[in-house]
């Protein structure tokens, strides 16, 4: 077998071994890393950019006081950024080819950067939002980092104290969370200061649904804005406004994060680096570049790259060449003095020396940009676009003028190059049907969210954004709700359903089985909380309102080592629905 897939992971592995061996040795002068990402933040959403219908002071200070990199792109959407991000490779070979109902998951095989630090001797966090699969081993404290705060979908419902998993433990939590994510990344930083720490924060803001605080949005709300996007009759300015109140709370957190570095006199020993997921989630300023999120055009893929390292990196340091997300793996272990990552093992490269001034310049190369079939590449001065449209970039970073017959052999390059590349990234998707992994030796909770699950009948979701969505209309005891698992670890599970149930509904009697074994409950308390979300909401949402939803304990059920599907019934339905669901917890408890 000689696929790049398998020369890739064999890196993997090789390198994984080299660090575990090497773990022993870290310098003391091994610096802290501090990743930052943002979701739905275009390019545009930075002061330091040009846009005047904002302020983001502690943001820009990084790229003042560090290195920016001026073509710098991440995939049109969520997850595949993030699954870039993670493992220096092009999504598609981690699996990643959606952003729900699993295709959001990052294949098994890959090592991500938080194992790369972990396995060097780093204490490793993540806050925020993690979108690369949800059941252990997916789960974030599966992948390298030692603790986990925030949540595995792709988007929330309501932003405020709502339910989020504390490592193996689902919490309540404390505030807007923004605020509440970078508590928990300044409260990891403090407790890490005497080591090696790679914290990783994945804000899920500005991302909808639309919710800020009052004091953000009071600056906002008719504010005229003197920066609008490229087809003005287009923008939806309150969307806008609420997007830029949600940036500057944004550069708020990042202030008071980079004032707790300061304090614990880590400045000059932490890199920092600041990055988004996408182009913005509606139309509005981004210079004047064609595209946004789900985009594979300039804007829906060009985001910014800041990284502070003081006494390392010259302070503004500006660099043109182009460069990606899966470059940011090779980098920063190469900044952090971690053993070598073998080329074969990544689509990315380093960027170290270009940052700390050894170099002026890297090996000419082309990034792709990929969302739903479609394929954008882009060299240092063209892109082609998913149409085979090409573009002068040094001339026209907005795209509006098509030089195709100006430059056929470029052109016709570029072309050849999408092709290899769709073969090669072929080759490396793992296509066989993943089912939802239960159980797992090290981590003992799995929640398996609706949004995996299958329905038959008149079942059906909240809203048609699968994420933070429940299942309602469960009024025929003939459907059945049912997830595709794969028991990876046997033996008995508490089974808690997360649901609301009004007075009048009370005692369906639900039935759960898998394998022939099954057990049965009847929900005899009622919980019927109000809907969620709207009275904060700045603008109308498109994504589902939100109940607090409450486990309801089923009993033990006994899990047998294969897969199949994992059905709930409602084999009693006295009132005129059965209850509404949000989630199927099970957590193991003893051995067979």
């Known amino acids: 077998m000689k696929s790049s897939h ?37 390019w545009g959403d930075l002061s330091i950019h040009g846009n005047k219908n904002l302020k983001t002071p502690n943001l820009d200070s990084l790229a003042r006081e560090g290195a920016m990199m001026e073509h710098f ?46 396995q060097a ?27 986990f705060y925030g949540f595995t979908s792709g988007h929330w419902g309501h932003y405020y104290s709502p339910m989020m998993e504390a490592d193996d433990h689902l919490v309540k939590g404390e505030g807007y969370m923004s605020d509440d994510f970078t508590n928990h990344a300044m409260r990891f930083v403090e407790a890490h200061r005497e080591e090696p720490f790679f914290c990783y924060l994945a804000f899920n803001t500005p991302h909808s649904p639309m919710q800020v605080p009052e004091t ?92 502070r390292w003081p006494n390392h990196i010259r302070a503004s340091t500006r660099l043109p060449q182009i460069s990606a997300a899966i470059d940011l793996l090779p980098t920063l272990s190469d900044l952090a003095g971690i053993a070598p990552i073998k080329p074969s093992s ?78 090669e990234q072929q080759v490396g998707i793992q296509r066989p049907k993943r089912p939802f992994t239960v159980g797992d030796s090290d981590h003992h909770q799995t929640l398996l969210p609706v949004r995996d699950a299958q329905t038959t009948g008149k079942i059906s979701r909240s809203n048609r954004f699968p994420n933070d969505a429940y299942l309602t209309g469960w009024t025929q005891a003939s459907d059945l709700i049912q997830w595709p698992v794969e028991v990876r670890h046997e033996g008995l599970y508490e089974v808690r359903l997360w649901y609301t149930c009004a007075p009048e509904n009370l005692n369906s009697l639900l039935e759960l089985s898998f394998g022939g074994e099954k057990i049965r409950a009847r929900v005899d308390e009622a919980w019927n909380p109000a809907l969620q979300g709207a009275e904060q909401d700045r603008v109308p949402r498109q994504e589902s309102l939100i109940k607090p939803f409450k486990p309801f304990p089923m009993g033990y059920l006994y899990l047998h080592k294969t897969s199949g599907d994992l059905r709930l019934k409602a084999l009693d339905i006295p009132g005129s629905s059965a209850p509404d669901i949000r989630l199927l917890e099970l957590k193991y408890v003893q051995n067979p």
């Open 6 to 42: 398998f020369i890739a992971i064999f890196g993997f592995h090789l390198v994984a071994s080299t660090l575990a061996a090497n773990s022993k040795d870290l310098p003391q002068s091994a610096p802290n890393v501090v990743v930052i990402l943002t979701d739905d933040q275009g």
């Open 73 to 118: 792109y991440v995939s049109p959407v969520c997850s595949p950024t993030r699954a870039e991000f993670l493992t220096g490779r092009y999504h598609l070979r981690g699996g990643v080819t959606s952003t729900s109902s699993g295709g959001e998951r990052l294949n098994l095989g890959a090592i991500t950067i938080a194992e790369v630090f972990q």
């Open 121 to 147: 001797g780093y204490a490793t966090g993540a806050f925020g939002k993690w979108h690369n699969g949800t059941q252990p081993p997916y789960h974030p404290r599966c992948r390298g980092f030692d603790t």
């Open 216 to 307: 953000y949005w009071s600056r906002f709300e008719d504010q005229p804005l003197e920066m609008r996007y490229r087809e003005p009759d287009r923008e939806d300015l309150d969307h806008t406004r609420a997007a830029l109140a949600m940036c500057e709370n944004l550069d708020w957190n990042v202030g008071r994060l980079l004032k707790k570095l300061d304090a614990l006199a880590l400045r000059e020993s932490t890199i920092v680096v600041f990055f988004c997921d996408n182009g913005p989630n509606g139309n509005r300023w981004n210079s004047d570049f064609r595209g946004r999120k789900g985009s594979t055009d300039e804007g829906g893929v060009r985001s910014p790259l800041f990284i």
């Open 346 to 423: 990544v689509d990315g490269v380093s960027l170290s020396d270009l940052l700390l001034g050894r170099s002026s310049s890297i090996a000419e190369r082309v990034i792709f940009s990929h969302w739903n079939g479609r394929v954008s590449a882009r060299s240092q001065n063209f892109r082609l676009d998913h149409q085979g449209r090409l573009y002068d970039m040094r001339a026209d970073q907005a795209q509006r003028e098509e030089v195709s017959t100006r430059f056929p052999g470029i052109r016709q390059q570029l072309k050849d190059a999408v092709e290899r590349w769709k073969t």
